[in-house]
């Protein structure tokens, strides 16, 4: 029973060695986007509006209490009832120079 359960712990060994990727990180200063202007948190609806024009779309409202986001390109605004929670950058992959 022991050899079974040595040679159980050697292939799991075995099949994860290769298991692991390279990480890279970027800090949030030096990302592509990074210096676009956002709304910020804590800024109501209408002053969004005022200052970054209308989204391009509107969430409904989810949930208790109501999150609702809007989009604009770039970015989405996450809303909690009236005020901005957070505003967040989309995603947008390099292409590669091959």
């Excluded at 948190?41 to 002053?47: D, L, T």
């Excluded at 409904?60 to 950058?89: A, C, M, Q």
Aim: hydrophobic share 35%.
């Amino acid at each position: 029973m022991k050899m079974a359960k040595w040679l159980g712990l050697v292939l799991i060994a075995t099949l994860t060695y290769g298991a692991h990727a390279d990480q890279v990180r970027i800090p949030v200063s030096q990302q592509p986007g990074a210096n676009v202007e956002r709304p910020s948190a804590g800024m109501s609806k209408e002053r969004v509006e005022e200052l970054f024009g209308a989204p391009a779309e509107r969430g409904r409202p989810v949930g208790d209490p109501p999150i609702s986001k809007w989009d604009y390109g770039d970015y989405v605004v996450y809303f909690e009832h009236n005020t901005v929670l957070h505003s967040v950058l989309k995603h947008r992959p390099q292409r590669s120079e091959d």
